[in-house]
T-cell receptor
Framework: EAGVAQSPRYKIIEKRQSVAFWCNPISGHATLYWYQQILGQGPKLLIQFQNNGVVDDSQLPKDRFSAERLKGVDSTLKIQPAKLEDSAVYLC????????????FGPGTRLTVL | AQTVTQSQPEMSVQEAETVTLSCTYDTSENNYYLFWYKQPPSRQMILVIRQEAYKQQNATENRFSVNFQKAAKSFSLKISDSQLGDTAMYFCAFMANSKLTFGKGITLSVRP
């Protein structure tokens, strides 16, 4: 069974530029999550999708971050414009059902904002 | 709100020995899950072990076992017969209502 796929693996941009990350969850998984992991810290939830609907986006900085999950499968996370403090690893995870009890993580995208 | 505390920032253990990583949490929920995740330098977050709060029996997965003390809200991970491949950052995590909250993590180094 293929795992959660993410691309790109690395991205370097300058502040005020825009960037987008892509995630393909495990086949059949209804729930998809985006996390931000700053160096030396645990991941912090940004947004949770159930199929193509948003369940929780309370921690998403909506003035600059946006995410979508069209057709309830793949998802993209966008930052526009990027700030220096957005430098982090962005992790995507997926789970089977609405009340999934286990999340499976992708390899992440390391973003560096200069 | 749920909080997860990992007070030890780093630990070191000799290969083949046993090490215990500590974790405490705070919640008012009755139904929840607890996890230990491993994140090697390659960055992929891997599930090590999970525990359902309603189960009294401690979970085990090969060399990995937990000591779950529900009343004390404590959830420690024991790694037996440590291997060089166990070197990684370990995160304790709490889940309720599908929301996962992580601790800050602990860096474990296994010495040859």
């Amino acid at each position: 069974e293929a795992g959660v796929a993410q691309s790109p693996r690395y991205k370097i941009i300058e502040k005020r530029q825009s960037v987008a990350f892509w995630c393909n969850p495990i086949s059949g998984h209804a729930t998809l999550y985006w996390y931000q992991q700053i160096l030396g810290q645990g991941p912090k939830l940004l947004i949770q999708f159930q199929n193509n609907g948003v369940v929780d986006d309370s921690q998403l900085p909506k003035d600059r971050f946006s995410a979508e999950r069209l057709k309830g499968v793949d998802s993209t996370l966008k930052i526009q414009p990027a700030k220096l403090e957005d430098s982090a690893v962005y992790l995507c995870a997926s789970g089977e059902g609405q009340y999934t009890d286990t999340q499976y993580f992708g390899p992440g995208t390391r973003l560096t904002v200069l | 709100a749920q909080t997860v505390t990992q007070s030890q920032p780093e630990m070191s253990v000799q290969e083949a020995e046993t090490v215990t990583l500590s974790c405490t949490y705070d919640t008012s929920e009755n139904n929840y899950y607890l996890f230990w995740y491993k994140q090697p330098p390659s960055r992929q977050m891997i599930l090590v072990i999970r525990q359902e709060a309603y189960k009294q029996q401690n979970a085990t997965e090969n060399r990995f076992s937990v000591n779950f003390q529900k009343a004390a809200k404590s959830f420690s991970l024991k790694i037996s017969d440590s291997q060089l491949g166990d070197t990684a950052m370990y995160f304790c995590a709490f889940m309720a209502n599908s929301k996962l909250t992580f601790g800050k993590g602990i860096t474990l180094s296994v010495r040859p």
